[in-house]
């Protein structure tokens, strides 16, 4: 679910049907512990995402590939200060954290200056950052700055059992894909 977040929110995109692959390879494990999902969004883009434990020598990792009309970006948790933009017909351009270049929100998230590490541990405080400003904006009657709104809700985490059900419906059943409720039917919704 956590990957699936993270494909609508660098797009901006939501996932609205699922094709996948779910299995236990290691004997004994009551889970699944190798997924392989084919996405479509509600944009029209497609992905596939890929979850796997059993990966043999592949650390713990995250890696994220968007491609578009005009090129492409890479990112890995392994390297996660630089950014790979690889636009059509020129060269790859390296974005760096703290560096020029960068979006006014990706600005804002970068903890520490250009050149120093920055990755998993400053995510979760940019989290937690952003969270007690929306905290501070309700005591203090103020609005909410749009850094202090970039924080995952009560829907995402709703949209991400629903991604999990949709997931292992698809997985075990004979239709090939598996509709994805959009967002907007998750408004109100109290399940």
Not at 17 to 33: F, N, P, Q
Not at 153 to 181: C, P, Y
């Amino acid at each position: 679910s956590h990957a699936a977040h993270i494909c609508e929110y660098v797009t901006s995109s939501a996932i609205s049907a699922i094709c996948a692959d779910l299995g236990s390879v290691v004997a004994g494990r009551s889970m699944d512990d190798d997924a392989t999902i084919i996405l479509r969004f509600d944009n029209g883009a497609r992905g596939v995402l890929i979850a796997s434990q059993i990966c043999a020598g592949e650390e713990n990792t995250l890696k994220l590939r968007v491609y578009g009309e005009r090129g492409g970006l890479e990112w890995s948790h392994a390297d996660p200060n630089s950014l790979l933009h690889k636009p059509l017909e020129q060269p790859v351009q390296i974005l760096r954290a703290g560096g020029p270049g960068l979006s006014n929100a990706a600005q804002a998230n970068c903890r520490t200056p250009g050149g120093h590490p920055e990755g998993y541990l400053e995510a979760f405080a940019n989290h937690y950052r952003n969270f007690a400003g929306q905290v501070r904006a309700r005591l203090q009657g103020r609005p909410v700055r749009a850094v202090e709104a970039d924080v995952p809700d009560i829907h995402d985490a709703l949209r991400g059992m629903r991604f999990i059900e949709a997931t292992v419906a698809a997985s075990t059943s004979n239709q090939k894909w598996v509709e994805l409720q959009p967002l907007c039917a998750l408004q109100g919704d109290q399940s």
